[in-house]
């Protein structure tokens, strides 16, 4: 009884309640024009056509046009309605605004990279030319690298985390899709509330959606009762907006700006394998150390001005005692990946790393559901000799999402590609490595939402000592894992291959 009052004044019932009634009273407004069918039939028909000719023009990707344009066809009355509402977001001059700050505050304080990148045009023009985009459109500049550390396992990275946090003086950022109570997330808030009383300047992001049943209401007021400021990225409300739908996918935890870890892992006990959720856990994290660290502070920071409308002076938080750095070996750049702004920043690297790949190139990610150009990129790179191997999981997280990820997986095996499941439980860690040369690390996931919907963040690399241990733990889960032959194909009955063809075109919509 108790679980089931629980659930019916859970926000989210009263949200889903309240969205409803405004679709009833949607219903109701049109029965009033009951009397003028034919009237109100032809104009909402013509709204139709007049939106099917503006996603049709527009510069969404064709997939997502494909989406929305068959429902509308299907449905004239109500589909142009609802994409007006829903579709695409409606942003004011205010937002607009927000908007500009996200993406251009922080390069008021960062360093040109310009000489570096003249010197690794001497060593790669291609790599130069990535990284060129990068600075231009992420926008973070490349830095020549000096330390860093790839974590294959979230228990691993959890352990080193611990350690940092301890160290800190000055402040600690952390900005998160999900935080769960449990053992990981209250051994980092016992450091927090403790330097946050030595006087540590600590701030924590979460995304209201990603901790819905995650965390309870109020939450962030608890957490800023402890010192710790706190925000939650576009909280849940009882209104139709498409705005909702872009969600704040990052993973960054900074302290005093010269330590700083991203990588797949969230605040929640299944990303250290303290519980068995859907198996084994397989993820990543990944440890900056040194000036690379600056960029993610200024992404934290604009996100933070963005949610907050409170300026911070870029200066503050200037590192004051950088750890000792090693040897310079190879290039780092971070970078922040915005979906408001017009450029899919995660999908052209993830695009130039597979074009310009001469032996290999190899992806974990925990979901695969690919628009028209990644598909041909991957295809086209296994058809021209590039060994293409990718891993998803063999447990999933989300059957239907599970379901689109291995309905791909025809086209991709009859070009080429070699697909594998992670036979032990959930893959959950987003890496991309190529030639022994170049790889990216971060929140990034292979599909629709990550790459055209959410906020994210990713490091790319040169010739770094991590592109190897990046490679080495991909070789290594091979050994766990299964192939998937065309073979396993041939044996899928026509009823799911139609099911997964309908889910693979409404993908976009997820």
């Not at 605004?97 to 790669?124: E, F, T």
């Not at 997330?185 to 992001?205: F, M, T, Y």
């Not at 070009?415 to 893959?427: D, L, Q």
Request: proline residues 5%; charged residues 20%; glycine residues 6%.
């Amino acid at each position: 009884m108790k679980k089931i009052l629980s659930l019916l004044f859970h926000r989210v019932t009263i949200i889903a309640i309240a969205i409803l009634a405004q679709l009833f009273a949607l219903v109701l407004m049109i029965g009033r024009f009951s009397d003028y069918v034919p009237q109100f039939y032809g104009f909402f028909t013509l709204l139709s056509a007049v939106v099917v000719i503006l996603i049709a023009t527009g510069r969404e990707k064709t997939a997502y046009k494909i989406a929305w344009i068959i429902p509308i066809t299907l449905f004239p009355i109500f589909g142009g309605i609802f994409y007006i509402m829903l579709g695409k977001p409606r942003t004011n001059r205010r937002m607009q605004r927000k908007m500009h700050k996200l993406k251009s505050l922080g390069q008021r304080s960062l360093p040109s990279s310009a000489p570096i990148i003249h010197r690794l045009a001497l060593i790669d023009a291609q790599a130069a030319n990535q990284a060129r985009y990068i600075q231009n459109h992420g926008p973070f500049p490349v830095y020549e690298h000096s330390e860093s550390h790839f974590f294959p396992l979230g228990e691993l990275a959890f352990e080193s985390m611990l350690e940092e946090l301890a160290k800190a003086e000055r402040y600690i950022f952390l900005e998160y899709f999900i935080i769960e109570e449990g053992i990981m997330w209250n051994r980092i808030l016992e450091i927090l509330v403790e330097k946050a009383k030595a006087g540590v300047d600590v701030r924590l992001i979460y995304d209201d959606v990603g901790c819905l049943f995650k965390l309870p209401y109020g939450y962030d007021k608890q957490l800023e009762a402890l010192g710790i400021k706190t925000e939650r990225f576009h909280p849940l409300t009882p209104k139709l907006s498409a705005t909702l739908n872009y969600r704040n996918h990052r993973k960054l935890l900074i302290i005093d700006g010269h330590t700083g870890f991203t990588g797949g892992i969230n605040l929640a006990d299944e990303y250290i394998n303290a519980y068995e959720k859907l198996g084994h856990w397989k993820d990543s994290a990944f440890l900056i150390k040194g000036e690379p660290v600056w960029s993610l502070t200024n992404m934290f920071l604009a996100m933070w001005e963005y949610l907050r409308d409170e300026t911070s002076p870029l200066e503050n938080f200037k590192p004051q005692n950088p750890p000792v750095q090693g040897t310079k070996t190879g290039y780092i750049q971070p970078f922040g990946d915005n979906p408001l702004d017009g450029e899919t920043v995660s999908e052209t690297v993830y695009l130039n790393l597979i074009s310009r790949a001469r032996s290999y190139v190899y992806i974990t990610t925990p979901y695969l559901i690919l628009d028209s150009e990644m598909l041909t990129a991957l295809c086209t790179a296994a058809k021209s000799g590039v060994d293409v191997r990718i891993i998803t999981p063999y447990i999933p997280d989300k059957p239907i999402v599970h379901a689109v990820t291995r309905s791909y997986y025809h086209l991709l095996v009859t070009s080429g590609v070699r697909i594998y499941e992670y036979t032990p439980g959930f893959m959950h860690s987003k890496t991309i490595v190529a030639d022994d040369e170049v790889a990216v690390v971060g929140s990034i996931n292979l599909d629709y939402r990550s790459l055209y919907l959410a906020f994210e963040n990713g490091v790319w690399m040169y010739q770094t000592p991590s592109v190897l241990e990046i490679l080495d733990d991909f070789l290594e889960t091979l050994a766990v894992c299964q192939e998937i032959t065309g073979k396993r194909y041939a044996d899928v009955g026509t009823i799911r291959r139609f099911s997964w063809s309908l889910l693979r075109l409404l993908a976009p919509l997820f």
